[in-house]
């Protein structure tokens, strides 16, 4: 079966300007959850959506949303974009049998310049 | 808060070395605890997970609740194993929200 797909796989963007990230999860995956990975922080939890709502978010500004549409694909925005925002972000989808086992993307290189 | 710590940020071996990547956590409930790998150029992938209780690639981890820990032991390392490697932790009720190590970049030498 397909993996976890996520789009673009490199952007570029400058100070100011916003982004928005896709994921599609694993076919029958409902939970997406998003990370933040850098060489300094390692990986940090965004937040993990699930049957369209946000059950849990992680301890990041309100600058950074995201959204879940009913066939399970989401969506990452980050707004107002800030140097220290230059990471991978990486998606995340798990459910069926191995519920808590997370499948990861390849990932979004995001760099603001 | 859960935490969870990996203190070695590179473990450096030779070939056929045994091998253990040191996991520490904290919770106040009964976690379910993860390993994941990254090989070069590779996406972050499950290796194992403390319920299966299985031996993959040959590496094994068991949890110790006294010590809070949760160690990545391979008795004989292969250069194969050469990648970054994260514990993680899940709570096991209500908040989902996972956390992850810093990582912990595995070289094995020739």
């Known amino acids: 079966k397909a993996g976890v797909t996520q789009t673009p796989r490199y952007l570029i963007k400058t100070r100011g300007q916003q982004v928005t990230l896709s994921c599609s999860p694993i076919s029958g995956h409902r939970s997406v959850s998003w990370y933040q990975q850098t060489p300094g922080q390692g990986l940090q939890f965004l937040f993990e959506?699930?049957?369209?709502?946000?059950?849990n978010k992680g301890n990041f500004p309100g600058r950074f949303s995201g959204r879940q549409f009913s066939n399970s694909r989401s969506e990452m925005n980050v707004s107002t974009l800030e140097l220290g925002d230059s990471a991978l972000y990486l998606c995340?989808?798990?459910?069926?049998?191995?519920?808590?086992?997370?499948?990861f993307g390849a990932g979004s290189r995001l760099t603001v310049l | 808060a859960q935490r969870v710590t990996q203190p070695e940020k590179l473990l450096s071996v030779f070939k056929g070395a045994p091998v253990e990547l040191k996991c520490n956590y904290s919770?106040?409930?009964?976690?379910?605890l993860f390993w994941y790998v990254q090989y070069s150029r590779q996406r972050l992938q499950l290796l194992l997970r403390?319920?299966s209780r299985e031996s993959i690639k040959g590496f094994t981890a068991d949890l110790n609740k006294g010590e809070t820990s949760f160690h990545l032991k391979k008795p004989f390392a292969q250069e194969e194993d050469s990648a970054m490697y994260y514990c993680?932790?899940?709570?096991?009720?209500?908040?989902?929200?996972?956390?992850f190590g810093r990582g912990t970049s595995l070289i094995v030498h020739p």
């Open positions: 995340a989808s798990s459910g069926g049998s191995g519920a808590n086992v997370l499948t």
């Open positions: 993680a932790l899940q709570s096991t009720g209500g908040s989902y929200i996972p956390t």
């Open positions: 403390h319920i």
């Open positions: 919770y106040s409930g009964s976690p379910e």
């Open positions: 959506y699930f049957s369209e709502t946000q059950r």
